[in-house]
């Protein structure tokens, strides 16, 4: 957060951030009458918000399959070296790669816990040799295929 435009976060600015999330394309207008200030107000706290990154992005959540992206699969990495080279350059790989959704690098025997989409599964099999099998920063890698999607959010619970 930038320090010349961060200010503790209030109620109003909560309320804001949970209409925001549950409908980004909720007005100005209608979030300030539902949260009991004026636009002008709403507006200038939105913008503050973004500015100070508490609001990240402004994007489109789309359904997978409705772009032909048929599987997803939750990929656990291992790699071969702990050290911060070969960190900083797998964190880098993975952030390049479209088909990546989500990267953690995470700590508990696993070095990234990944998000992935394919095609089809002549897709995800090539996807799985090219970034893990034939990766030399790979040393051990397990797949996951998502079955069902119970819960997927964004949301932050605020």
């Known amino acids: 957060m930038s320090d010349s435009t961060s200010r503790p976060l209030d109620g109003f600015d909560h309320a804001i951030l949970r209409l925001l999330q549950r409908d980004n394309k909720t007005s100005q207008r209608a979030i300030a009458e539902e ?11 939105i913008a503050q918000m973004e500015a100070s990154e508490v609001i990240v992005a402004n994007t489109a959540v789309i359904a997978p399959q409705s772009v032909g992206q048929m599987i997803t699969a939750i990929v656990e990495s291992r790699l071969r070296d702990d050290r911060s080279l070969v960190m900083d350059r797998a964190k880098r790989y993975f952030a390049n790669v479209e088909e990546i959704q989500q990267c953690y690098f995470v700590n508990g025997g696993v070095s990234f816990i990944i998000v992935m989409l394919a095609r089809d599964v002549a897709h995800f099999e090539k996807l799985v040799r090219l970034h893990f099998a034939d990766n030399e920063d790979i040393l051990t890698y397990r797949t996951l295929i998502v079955l069902d999607k119970v819960k997927v959010g964004l949301s932050v619970p605020i």
């Open 35 to 45: 949260i009991g200030l004026s636009t002008p107000a709403v507006q200038r706290r």
